[in-house]
């Protein structure tokens, strides 16, 4: 029927609106006529999810199971939703839906979680549980994970929704597994033993050992331990229920991309091709503070490597003189303690090439040493508004856009003197600047370490630079170096490339919220 | 036409996962349980989360319980990223340790109710059914 309603909504639906999904599976929820219409009109869509059923009894650990499998599921790139039911009262009515706040933060564009009241349904789901599911694939969901409300021997229907139901068994079980085992033992098609890190765990996976054939299958069902706390057995889980499932491709990321994105880090042996870990080919790269000194260098480094780069400073002719030098390069004159200006150099990154993989915050400043009773207000504003704000705006435009991507590096460059005081050269607002640098890097890391984005830094100590010119010939300023510096000299141009490189590449991809000191030993002591 | 269903009012009650109390927020989830609404009760990272969770559940009304702080602070900025999300018609209630001094900005930033304890459970439950309520009906039209 044109024009209405609820096919207006369908169409939202299919075109990813999960405000419309949310609607709609309420409406299916309120009506049980809505939902007949529904299951009529989503019976032909081609189907396009794996659905997996979790049962067991109440307090088993099948909402924190279903938790740690979304965060894998997200993280291999899969559109997921999640189904939780939860008992309504008899008497009232009304339900507390407590699955989902076993799931922790839910905010994702590739997830859609929603608890159901069973509302009287029957065998542990809720009547809508069929009809929801459809609308998650309409959504566009390639899995879904459907909860049950704590079930009882009895409660196979479950089994009539999903391609593989998981029974959920937690340690101590012993004759529970016995009275089980005529009813949702036998639907089973895998065992999964929950908290592991419990005794009695190993005792209810040798019960499940007799629980003979059944499932789909009719066959022997494989029993996986896990453990919510210390995460074991959660990827064998995933790959099992992958495998019994046929999952083989992951939908490609959504994103306009001119250029290949990366291909994930392959496990490999080590051999004469090591160095291909440190390949930056096809890979996207915007440097600041580019227009000279270290941040040049950083350009050309990435550039040789196989980068295509985007480099931003304040000097429009430095950066040409730049850019003349390189075959893939982008120049975007701004000024990063300006709003206007960082995010012209993010979208001239974007337009150009159509994604970012790396970001080196490398623009910084600093003055003339300065004793602290005397640190003029501005001078203080001025240098946060460079070395931290600037930098830390920098990371979120383009953060925004590797989180999108589902993957990126971010490379800080703070200073030694955002680890150790810079004493007797006196700047106590680069060295405050420098270490927020520093815990901003550790404070960002963990906040994407699932999300596909690393960020570390540098922290170089003397090296040659505009910013140094009048050290380098300099006696005095030299003998502070041969004073401080275990290997007695500053730095030599192209000694920060292998750390560059390292962070910049998939060569780290372990290695996240850490800083780097290339500094001669000048931390070390 | 047979009779639709009736109305079972989603609340959304919430609170900060740095609080760890949550005696309150539990007290008042099965007063509503029993009051006939379907609860959905999760702790919040960042106001949006709430916003985020409120959409997808497709609750009616929300419910924000504070113990330590930030009553105000992120009252506002709940009610703010509903409005931005386009869900401003959605009430917000809150509750807890609500300090006199926070009542008139609670207020202002438009916080349909306040529970200071010391309220009856079923006053507070007949609110929120009242705006879950009134709160479908404005959606409905
Ligand atoms: N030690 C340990 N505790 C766990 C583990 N998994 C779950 N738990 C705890 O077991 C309890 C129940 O976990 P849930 O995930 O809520 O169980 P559920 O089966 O979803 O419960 P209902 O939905 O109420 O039926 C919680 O207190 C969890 O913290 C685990 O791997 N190890
Ligand atoms: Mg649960």
Redesign the interface.
């Known amino acids: 029927m044109a024009g209405d309603p609820l096919t207006a909504q369908l169409d939202a639906i299919r075109a990813g609106d999960?405000?419309a999904l949310?609607?709609v599976?309420?409406a299916a929820?309120?009506?049980?006529r809505v939902a007949a219409r529904l299951d009529r009109e989503l019976a032909d869509t081609p189907r396009r999810a794996r659905r997996v059923g979790l049962t067991g009894t109440p307090g088993s650990g099948k909402s924190t199971l279903l938790a740690e499998l979304v965060k894998l599921l997200l993280e291999r790139g899969h559109m997921t939703g999640g189904l939780l039911v939860d008992p309504?009262?008899p008497?009232?009515?009304?339900?507390?839906?407590?699955d989902?706040?076993r799931?922790?933060?839910?905010?994702d564009p590739r997830l859609?979680?929603?608890?159901l009241?069973s509302?009287g349904g029957h065998g542990a789901v809720a009547a809508a549980t069929r009809t929801a599911i459809r609308l998650l694939e309409l959504w566009g969901a390639d899995l879904v994970l459907v909860e049950t409300v704590g079930a009882g021997q009895g409660d196979v229907d479950i089994r009539g929704l999903v391609d593989l139901t998981v029974l959920v068994v937690p340690p101590g079980l012993g004759d529970e597994l016995q009275a089980m085992k005529a009813g949702i033992m036998e639907v089973a098609d895998l065992f999964v033993v929950t908290k592991a890190d419990r005794p009695g765990a190993a005792a209810a996976a040798a019960a499940l050992k007799d629980a003979g054939i059944g499932g789909r299958a009719r066959g022997h069902r494989e029993i996986i331990e896990t453990s919510a706390l210390t995460g074991g057995g959660i990827v064998t889980l995933a790959d099992h229920l992958m495998q019994q499932l046929e999952v083989t491709a992951v939908p490609a990321v959504v994103h306009s991309e001119t250029v290949t994105p990366p291909p994930p880090p392959a496990p490999s042996a080590a051999s004469g091709r090591l160095h291909e870990t440190f390949d930056l080919t096809g890979r996207v790269a915007i440097i600041t503070g580019a227009t000279a000194g270290l941040g040049r260098r950083f350009a050309e480094v990435l550039h040789a490597a196989g980068a295509s780069v985007v480099i931003t400073g304040r000097r429009a002719e430095r950066l040409q003189e730049v850019a003349a030098q390189l075959e893939r390069a982008v120049v975007a004159p701004a000024d990063v303690s300006d709003a206007e200006g960082r995010q012209a150099v993010v979208r001239a990154a974007i337009d150009t090439y159509g994604r970012i993989d790396v970001l080196v915050n490398n623009a910084g400043v600093s003055g003339p040493p300065v004793p602290s009773e005397e640190m003029p207000a501005q001078r203080w504003d001025d240098t946060f508004a460079v070395n931290i704000t600037g930098l830390f705006e920098m990371a979120r435009l383009a953060g925004a856009q590797m989180l999108a991507q589902r993957s990126g590096s971010i490379v800080n460059i703070t200073s030694v003197f955002g680890l150790v005081a810079n004493s007797p050269v006196n700047d106590s607002a680069y060295a405050a600047s420098k270490g927020a640098v520093v815990n901003l890097t550790r404070a960002l890391a963990v906040e994407w370490a699932m999300r596909g984005v690393r960020v570390n830094a540098i922290a170089p100590g003397w090296f040659p630079s505009e910013m140094t010119s009048d050290m380098v010939e300099d006696e005095s300023s030299q003998t502070y170096i041969r004073r401080c510096c275990p290997m007695q000299r500053m730095g030599h141009q192209g000694e920060l490339d292998g750390a560059l490189l390292f962070l910049a590449s998939d060569a780290s991809s372990y290695c996240t919220g850490q800083t780097l000191a290339i500094d001669g030993g000048w931390t070390a002591r | 036409m047979s009779a639709p269903e009736p109305l079972v009012p989603r609340v959304l009650l919430t609170k900060s996962f740095i609080d760890s109390h949550d005696r309150a927020i539990k007290t008042i989830a099965l007063a509503l349980r029993d009051g006939g609404c379907e609860v959905i009760l999760v702790d919040y990272e960042t106001p949006s989360d709430v916003v985020d969770v409120a959409i997808d559940e497709d609750v009616d009304v929300i419910g924000v319980s504070f113990m330590s702080g930030g009553q105000v602070a992120v009252t506002q900025a709940i009610v703010t990223a509903l409005g931005e999300a386009g869900r401003g018609d959605l009430p917000v209630v809150v509750g807890g340790t609500i300090r006199p001094f926070d009542v008139d900005d609670l207020e202002s930033s438009g916080v349909r109710a306040i529970f200071r304890g010391g309220e009856k459970l079923e006053r507070v439950v007949e609110t929120f059914r009242d705006l879950a309520a009134e709160s479908r009906r404005r959606r409905a039209e």
């Open positions: 999960r405000r949310a609607t599976i309420s929820e309120n009506d049980p309504s009262s008497l009232s009515g009304g339900a507390v839906l407590g989902r706040a799931l922790g933060r839910t905010s859609y979680v929603r608890s009241g509302r």
